[in-house]
């Protein structure tokens, strides 16, 4: 079992910058591949970022690539989401998750552990 948390979230104007964390509990956090994913009011959730348990390899949506980066320290058991050049439409609640079979991927159905999201705005 994994617990995580997320902090970081708040209110921001177009063009700002956020950091995002997510703290890890419980079994070993080095083995897992951590996501970041959001949900927009009245949408689904969408997949905007991953890396791998050894930190080698990451994945970004389109949406988020070159404003947005991933990254973790296995030895605070924290993955780290940088988010420059925020925009109105990055509003949502941003969740991490932990997913530890397999290779890396962007799909949620193979996280299998889950904070409870942190919110962030974006306004204009």
């Known amino acids: 079992q994994v617990q995580l948390v997320e902090s970081g979230g708040g209110l921001v104007q177009a063009g700002g910058f956020l950091r995002l964390s997510c703290a890890a509990s419980g079994r070993s956090f080095s083995v897992y591949h951590m996501g970041w994913f959001r949900q927009a009011p009245g949408k689904e959730r969408e997949f905007v970022t991953a890396i791998s348990w050894s930190g080698s390899t990451t994945y970004y949506a389109d949406s988020v690539k070159g404003r947005f980066t991933i990254a973790r320290d296995n030895a605070k058991n924290t993955v780290y989401l940088q988010m420059n050049s925020l925009k109105p439409e990055d509003t949502a609640v941003y969740y991490c998750?932990?997913?530890?079979?397999?290779?890396?991927?962007?799909?949620?159905?193979?996280?299998?552990?889950w904070g409870q999201g942190t919110r962030v705005t974006v306004s204009s």
């Open positions: 998750a932990a997913g530890a079979a397999g290779a890396l991927t962007r799909i949620s159905t193979t996280y299998n552990y």
